[in-house]
């Protein structure tokens, strides 16, 4: 059974101070690994797909890793409006679907 | 602008009602996906659809029917069998050849069900 858990389940940073998004993942044959951020009372908004180990995406303050067990979203200097819940999602050999984790909460104050 | 609407937005129940969530995509894409989404919990998967006129069960199927008549549309329906059906229902759709699972999946904007 695929599964994926993320860490922390929430963050509070200051306007500008950088850090990271864990999520960890096993599956048995990995076909892809998503990243989301959703707003309040919004549907996740996709970000980044990422296909292999040492692949890395970038959007704005946004940079998402991966290796065999885990995936990171690097956020650097984040501002308020980068304060969302950030999901991560695998797909795998297993089946068509896709598994979930559980997000983090990522607060940034100005 | 291709995209998935769902409405309503918000939606209230009541005791013994069944109510009907619509979620239509011009994104032309074969899957289809119902997610339930609980405060502090991660997406479980209700229902999904690959192809016109076939669905699958996902995890959580129970108390809860959908149809898929056009490939546009995937409507959920929350029966009365549904004991706790206060939550945010999400839809999806994804693109994909020979598998599903490499292609990411496209969120409409959810609808609140609550209970009277």
């Known amino acids: 059974e695929d599964q994926v858990t993320q860490s922390p389940e929430a963050l509070r940073l200051q306007e500008g101070e950088s850090s990271s998004l864990n999520c960890s993942y096993t599956?048995?044959?990995?076909?892809?690994l998503f990243w989301y951020r959703q707003d309040p009372g919004k549907g996740p908004e996709f970000l980044f797909t990422?296909?292999?180990a040492g692949e890395e995406k970038e959007k704005e303050r946004l940079k998402a890793t991966l290796t065999k067990k885990e995936s990171f979203l690097h956020i650097t200097a984040p501002k308020p409006e980068d304060s969302a819940t950030y999901l991560c999602?695998?797909?795998?050999?297993?089946?068509?679907?896709?598994?979930f984790g559980g997000g983090t909460r990522l607060m940034v104050k100005p | 602008d291709g995209g998935i609407t769902q409405s309503p937005k918000y939606l209230f129940r009541k005791e013994g009602q069944n109510v009907t969530l619509s979620c239509e995509q011009n994104?032309?894409?074969?899957?289809m996906y119902w997610y339930r989404q609980d405060p502090g919990q991660g997406l479980r998967l209700i229902y999904y659809?690959?192809?016109?006129?076939?669905?699958q069960k996902g995890d959580i199927a129970e108390g809860y029917s959908v149809s898929r008549e056009k490939k546009e549309s995937f409507p959920l329906t929350v029966t009365s069998a549904q004991k706790n059906p206060t939550a945010f229902y999400l839809c999806?759709?994804?693109?994909?050849?020979?598998?599903?699972?490499?292609?990411?999946?496209?969120f409409g904007d959810g609808t609140r069900l609550s209970i009277l």
């Open positions: 999806a759709s994804s693109t994909g050849t020979l598998t599903y699972s490499n292609q990411p999946q496209h």
């Open positions: 599956v048995s044959g990995l076909r892809g």
């Open positions: 990422l296909y292999s």
């Open positions: 999602a695998v797909g795998s050999s297993a089946g068509n679907m896709l598994t």
């Open positions: 994104l032309n894409h074969d899957a």
């Open positions: 659809s690959q192809i016109v006129n076939d669905f």
